[in-house]
């Protein structure tokens, strides 16, 4: 029963009928997917595509029943590979297996039911509110009350009974409704609780928690970086008063699900699951360094257009990514993490000093 259940989203997207992408998006325009190729070379794009899948698939074993096997053996095959992008058909399962998710699934049975028909939530009119704000573009969430709108309204009412503490923030519904598109309900909300929880990397749930707090740590290590890593192009934004605020924000909350191309999204999203947010940072810095010459010259409103509208070329995942990859920030990220905190601290222990009541015959 279970490999079944594993095994329904494994074939992947079905062709694409006309006026819709081959990822289920609506097209905006009457452009194709891309150049119009040759017979020939769609046929060896074929090829290619089914002798990657034959390796993940041996790879990962049935149902992963060999994925961490083989990760223990060539946990440096896996990276290449997963760098190189996963198979669309086997995208959901693989996320699942990277992320940590399968086996939280499997050692809660029946949770996910006990949250989504049992319990009641007080996010429950904003989740209703956002709904139809979520992948609008996509067939699967356009109906009004339909499957795609049922399932995510789910998840989010799930999560928000789930974590009390974190309850529900809108940029949650383009994480879970990426993942509908690739694994059931109940798989999405457990990839959900793994990431916000941190089941192999840090938790993420500081996006979302009152006030944001892992969102301005990471703004801040972001500025950091790019003073360092674009100095040239730092100075610019301080002389123009631009801050990541401006413009970054939605890469972490959403991890580039938002506003950006699909395709380049779940390349993205590969990477992230497996090797956690620093791929955030590494991809906003080479979208920053490919459009470094034109963003120098820009005056303030202009630059803002430009850093919430990217050109197309630079969007392209097979030039984006190899240039994310080759910068190095590991190292940096920590001990900027560890700045971070320093500084915060000390602020909120000036700020509890300064708000602690004086006592009688005391004095500044």
Known sequence: MEKK???????????SPKGVDRFGFVKQDNTSDGLVKSRSAY???????ERRV????????????DWKHYLRRKPHVVKRRIRKGI?????????????????????????YEQLVIYETSASE??????????FPSH????QRHGPGQRSLYNVLKAYSVFDRNVGYVQGMGFLAGLLLLYMSEEDAFWLLVALLKGAVHAPMEGLYLAGLPLVQQYLFQFECLVRE????????????MINPSMYASQWFITVFSYSFPFHLALRIWDVFLYEGVKIVFKV???????????????PFEKLIHALKNFPGNAMNPDMLLPLAYSIKISKRLEELKQEYETKTGKIRRAREVSEKPMLPGESN
């Open 5 to 15: 259940r594993l095994d329904d989203y494994e074939p992947g997207p079905v062709p």
């Open 43 to 49: 046929e060896y794009e074929r090829y290619r595509e």
């Open 54 to 65: 034959r390796k993940w698939r041996k790879m990962i074993g049935v149902g992963g029943s």
């Open 87 to 111: 198979p669309d058909c086997l995208r959901g399962l693989v996320w699942q297996l990277i992320s940590g998710s399968r086996d939280l699934l499997l050692m809660n049975p029946g949770v």
């Open 125 to 134: 009119l904003d989740i209703i509110r956002d709904i139809s704000r979520t």
């Open 139 to 142: 067939v699967f969430f356009q």
């Open 229 to 240: 890593h674009l100095p040239k192009l730092g100075e610019h934004f301080s002389n123009e």
């Open 284 to 298: 906003g810095l080479a979208l920053l360094k490919y459009c470094h010459d034109d963003l120098v010259k820009l």
